[in-house]
């Protein structure tokens, strides 16, 4: 299950990636560059969904939603969706 402290990580992977600045992209998304700062460095108790979706849509990520399940991915499925994760960041 995701939660907001591996949210923020791969928030501040992709904008550094991006090569933009926190200050860039708060503007870019139209929040706080304060409100970045704390959900990077795992600081932020919340967030609203329309602010996280701001976001991302700035980043080109996106949430996706699921079946839950009690199984445990294993070695080498997450070896491959990391293939397939960096695979999709040389595209781009």
Do not use: C, W
Not at 19 to 24: D, G, H, N, V
Not at 59 to 86: F, I, N
């Amino acid at each position: 299950m995701l939660d907001l402290f591996y949210i923020g990580s791969q928030i501040a992977e992709h904008r550094k990636k991006s090569k933009l600045s926190q200050t860039a992209l708060a503007r870019k998304a139209g929040i706080s560059r304060a409100t970045i700062d704390a959900l990077e460095n795992g600081r932020s108790g919340e967030m609203g969904f329309s602010k996280l979706t701001k976001l991302l849509a700035v980043l080109g990520l996106e949430l996706k939603l699921q079946a839950a399940s009690s199984v445990r991915p294993t070695l080498d499925e997450l070896l491959k969706e990391d293939r397939d994760d960096q695979s999709v960041d040389r595209r781009r």
